[in-house]
């Protein structure tokens, strides 16, 4: 069974930093890319970040490019999403989410298969 | 980026009834649309992937169509289990959500 858990959130002030983690079980995490999604309180669905299976490739929203950076530990079938000088903003239960990509011919389409169950992550003075 | 505005925010159905969500996106995405459902204080599932394929234990009741800017996921003969909030995705490049659509009891 995939299981996907988040931990590491937590109350901060702004400015300040979070390192989120997620452990994968029940799938082969180094064949996958994964990714980090965010929802404020009361509010839909952000995508945040992706990385790839060796985590040679990493993309990243807008809104956190240059303050936040997604890392993998394939030996300990591990994500981390390494959060600083944190906005008020970034108040959001943030994912873990697995990418599965599904080829049409020439095309691979990628799709969030698997979700943990979020760890809130909260911003305030 | 590319936008995605999924229309109507909310609606109220009742059990047995046919339900429509659709989702424009700013720009030709070609099939690479997905949808999700959330139920409260959940994480949220997939439903459909590419357009139109089914996700693997995902009840025929759902399907979903559109290709380029225009997408819709049609829920026919609406179930107990199906209020929820749904969310339209794009992943034609770097990932970006709908506002999501509610689906309520009347």
């Known amino acids: 069974e995939v299981q996907l858990v988040e931990s590491g959130g937590g109350l901060v002030q702004p400015g300040g930093s979070l390192r989120l983690s997620c452990e994968a079980s029940?799938?082969?995490?180094?064949?996958?890319?994964m990714s980090w999604v965010r929802q404020g309180p009361g509010k839909g669905l952000e995508w945040v970040a992706n990385?790839?299976?060796?985590?040679?490739?990493?993309y990243y929203m807008d809104f956190v490019k240059g303050r936040f950076t997604i890392s993998r530990d394939n030996a300990k079938n591990s994500l981390y999403l390494q959060m600083n000088s944190l906005r008020v903003e970034d108040t959001a239960i943030y994912y873990c989410?697995?990418?599965?990509?599904?080829?049409?011919?020439?095309?691979?389409?990628?799709?969030?298969?698997?979700w943990g169950q979020g760890t809130l992550a909260t911003v305030s003075s | 980026d590319i936008q995605m505005t999924q229309s109507p925010s909310s609606l109220s159905a009742s059990v047995g009834d046919r339900v429509t969500i659709t989702c424009r996106a700013s720009?030709?995405?070609?099939?690479?649309v997905n949808w999700y459902q959330q139920k409260p204080g959940k994480a949220p599932k997939p439903l459909i992937y590419?357009?139109?394929s089914l996700y693997s234990g995902v009840p025929s009741r759902f399907s979903g169509s559109g290709s380029g800017t225009d997408f819709t996921l049609t829920i026919s003969n609406l179930q107990p289990e199906d209020f929820a909030t749904y969310y339209c995705?794009?992943?034609?490049?770097?990932?970006?959500f709908g506002q999501g659509t509610k689906v309520e009891f009347k």
């Open positions: 995705q794009q992943c034609y490049t770097r990932w970006t």
């Open positions: 720009q030709s995405i070609s099939s690479c």
């Open positions: 590419a357009a139109s």
């Open positions: 029940g799938f082969t995490f180094s064949n996958y890319w």
């Open positions: 990385i790839k299976q060796d985590g040679s490739e990493k």
């Open positions: 989410t697995r990418l599965l990509g599904v080829s049409f011919g020439a095309v691979t389409m990628y799709h969030f298969d698997y």
